[in-house]
């Protein structure tokens, strides 16, 4: 997916899109990045935000970004204020104006504060940003257009303005009345047109060829130095966005889904699931490190026979999926089974209560008192103390290749609790008694249930 820059009035549309091929996007606020990230660029830059009227872009969602693997560049303004803040976790600021947060030269959001006009006009400024009337002043004294001194005054009347009332006529106005060097501020005012120095512009542009060289590089994303903490505001927000608005290729799947009946409402209910779970992991503070993803990703890939990178480049391309919103894909997925493992014995009421509904209960219920009553001693006794002989080994394999067609898993203890028993040796005495039984009656139905 191309990168997404958010931008407006530092340059234009086309001034971005000449130097790099990215979705532009209006000025940053809250809960843009967070959605930007769910569509899974491989990288986003922020060069203008929103300061005033409109919430501003949180840090803890451009942090949030950043642990999904997608690299995040800052500059300009709202950009290199954010840059400023958090390259410590992995934010790539760029220019002058970030050099000056990072440092402490510049503390005040108003250095690059400005008014500027709605989209309908293209984000047209309407005032100067104090980072570039520094700029301007400090090269007209080295090209000894003022006197230090000069430039020092007008420096101080601009600060001593709000940021909306920042614009040259109004400055050189203020800085006149108080000054005696009129020659030199006539000299400036002819001078400034042709030499105005747009330290914001210089800086966006010088970021834009970083985004572009780190693309063709292939730079990977930096890990952020701290893990990404999953705190109650930040449900909040994510709670609040929801899944966002999807796309037209994905309404139209949700459409052809809701055509089909009953299966709309059968993953409606998986979704709700995967959703709980998931905000239930993140609440308890897990997440999936790099060693998980790669573990997810290869037994996804073996299940869906996807071994070849072709093969899984065209799934991704088939899935509307970047590779950043495959692990995102991933982890989500680990999330939720991590979550139904740790809570298993909390959900089993929860389970059987889903049976009933599905009409399932009574026939596994029958399938339990036939088992108890067949068996010698029952059950578990039959289970406790095999008599048939077979090893464990074998007992896996019978049981995966012969009942439920599939691979042995590689993890047989992390199996068996993904269905809410403790331990591999508790599964093999449930699958002792199965073989048992199933020798004695050859009662099948069990694997014949139909899959919704």
């Given at each position: 997916?191309?990168?997404?820059?958010?931008?407006?009035?530092?340059?234009?549309?086309?001034?971005?899109?000449?130097?790099?091929?990215?979705?532009?996007?209006?000025?940053?606020?809250?809960?843009?990045?967070?959605?930007?990230?769910?569509?899974?660029?491989?990288?986003?830059?922020?060069?203008d935000?929103?300061?005033?009227?409109?919430?501003s872009?949180?840090?803890?969602?451009?942090?949030?970004?950043?642990?999904?693997g997608?690299?995040v560049?800052?500059?300009?303004?709202?950009?290199?204020?954010?840059?400023?803040?958090?390259?410590?976790?992995?934010?790539?600021?760029?220019?002058?104006?970030?050099?000056?947060?990072?440092?402490g030269?510049?503390?005040?959001?108003?250095?690059?504060?400005?008014?500027?006009?709605?989209?309908?006009?293209?984000?047209?400024?309407?005032?100067?940003?104090?980072v570039?009337?520094?700029?301007?002043?400090?090269?007209?004294v080295?090209?000894?257009?003022?006197?230090?001194?000069?430039?020092?005054?007008?420096?101080?009347?601009?600060?001593?303005?709000?940021?909306?009332?920042r614009?040259?006529?109004?400055?050189?106005?203020?800085?006149?009345?108080?000054?005696?060097?009129?020659?030199?501020?006539?000299?400036?005012?002819?001078?400034?047109?042709?030499?105005?120095?747009?330290?914001?512009?210089?800086?966006?542009?010088?970021?834009?060829?970083?985004?572009?060289?780190?693309?063709?590089?292939?730079?990977?994303?930096?890990t952020?130095?701290?893990?990404?903490?999953?705190?109650?505001?930040?449900?909040?927000?994510?709670?609040?966005?929801?899944?966002?608005?999807?796309?037209?290729?994905a309404?139209?799947?949700?459409?052809?889904?809701?055509?089909?009946?009953?299966?709309?409402?059968?993953?409606?209910?998986r979704?709700a699931?995967?959703?709980?779970?998931?905000?239930?992991?993140?609440?308890q503070?897990?997440?999936?490190?790099?060693?998980?993803?790669?573990?997810?990703?290869?037994?996804?890939?073996?299940?869906?026979?996807?071994?070849?990178?072709?093969?899984?480049?065209?799934?991704l391309?088939?899935?509307?999926?970047?590779?950043?919103?495959?692990?995102?894909?991933?982890?989500?997925?680990?999330?939720a089974?991590?979550?139904?493992?740790l809570?298993?014995?909390?959900?089993?009421?929860?389970?059987?209560?889903?049976?009933?509904?599905s009409?399932?209960?009574?026939?596994?219920?029958?399938?339990?008192?036939?088992?108890?009553?067949?068996?010698?001693g029952?059950?578990?006794?039959?289970?406790?103390?095999?008599?048939?002989?077979?090893?464990?080994?074998?007992?896996?394999?019978?049981?995966?290749?012969?009942c439920?067609?599939?691979p042995?898993p590689?993890?047989?203890?992390?199996?068996?609790?993904s269905?809410?028993?403790?331990?591999?040796?508790?599964?093999?005495?449930?699958?002792?008694c199965?073989?048992?039984?199933?020798s004695m009656?050859?009662?099948?139905?069990?694997?014949?249930?139909?899959?919704?």
């Amino acid at each position: 997916m191309k990168p997404i820059v958010f931008v407006g009035p530092t340059l234009t549309n086309a001034e971005v899109t000449g130097v790099l091929d990215a979705d532009c996007r209006p000025p940053v606020s809250q809960g843009d990045i967070y959605r930007a990230t769910r569509s899974g660029p491989d990288m986003i830059g922020i060069i203008d935000g929103y300061f005033d009227g409109v919430p501003s872009v949180w840090h803890k969602e451009i942090q949030w970004a950043m642990t999904q693997g997608i690299q995040v560049f800052g500059s300009a303004s709202m950009g290199a204020l954010r840059a400023a803040e958090l390259h410590q976790f992995g934010m790539q600021g760029v220019g002058r104006i970030f050099e000056g947060y990072r440092s402490g030269r510049l503390e005040d959001d108003d250095e690059v504060a400005i008014i500027h006009a709605p989209a309908a006009m293209g984000f047209k400024a309407l005032s100067v940003p104090m980072v570039s009337v520094r700029a301007t002043l400090q090269s007209a004294v080295a090209e000894e257009i003022l006197p230090q001194a000069v430039s020092a005054q007008i420096c101080k009347h601009a600060k001593a303005l709000h940021y909306a009332d920042r614009e040259w006529d109004r400055i050189l106005a203020d800085a006149s009345s108080s000054s005696a060097a009129l020659p030199e501020l006539t000299f400036f005012k002819d001078w400034l047109p042709e030499n105005f120095v747009d330290a914001k512009r210089e800086d966006a542009l010088e970021m834009l060829a970083a985004m572009k060289k780190s693309l063709a590089e292939d730079i990977p994303a930096s890990t952020p130095a701290e893990g990404f903490e999953w705190t109650d505001v930040w449900n909040d927000l994510v709670q609040s966005e929801g899944a966002g608005e999807p796309d037209a290729p994905a309404r139209g799947v949700l459409d052809e889904l809701r055509l089909a009946g009953a299966q709309f409402e059968v993953f409606r209910q998986r979704a709700a699931t995967r959703h709980f779970a998931v905000s239930q992991a993140r609440r308890q503070g897990i997440s999936a490190d790099q060693a998980v993803l790669r573990d997810e990703m290869n037994i996804h890939r073996t299940n869906s026979g996807l071994l070849r990178r072709k093969q899984l480049i065209q799934w991704l391309i088939e899935n509307d999926l970047s590779e950043a919103a495959y692990e995102h894909f991933l982890g989500e997925g680990w999330l939720a089974k991590t979550a139904v493992q740790l809570s298993s014995r909390q959900l089993d009421g929860h389970i059987l209560a889903e049976l009933k509904v599905s009409d399932r209960y009574q026939a596994l219920k029958q399938r339990a008192e036939a088992k108890r009553q067949i068996l010698p001693g029952g059950s578990q006794a039959a289970g406790r103390s095999a008599t048939d002989g077979i090893s464990d080994l074998k007992l896996l394999d019978w049981y995966f290749e012969h009942c439920l067609d599939l691979p042995v898993p590689e993890d047989v203890d992390a199996y068996a609790r993904s269905i809410g028993l403790a331990s591999r040796s508790e599964l093999c005495r449930l699958l002792h008694c199965e073989r048992e039984y199933l020798s004695m009656t050859d009662d099948r139905d069990l694997y014949d249930l139909e899959d919704d």
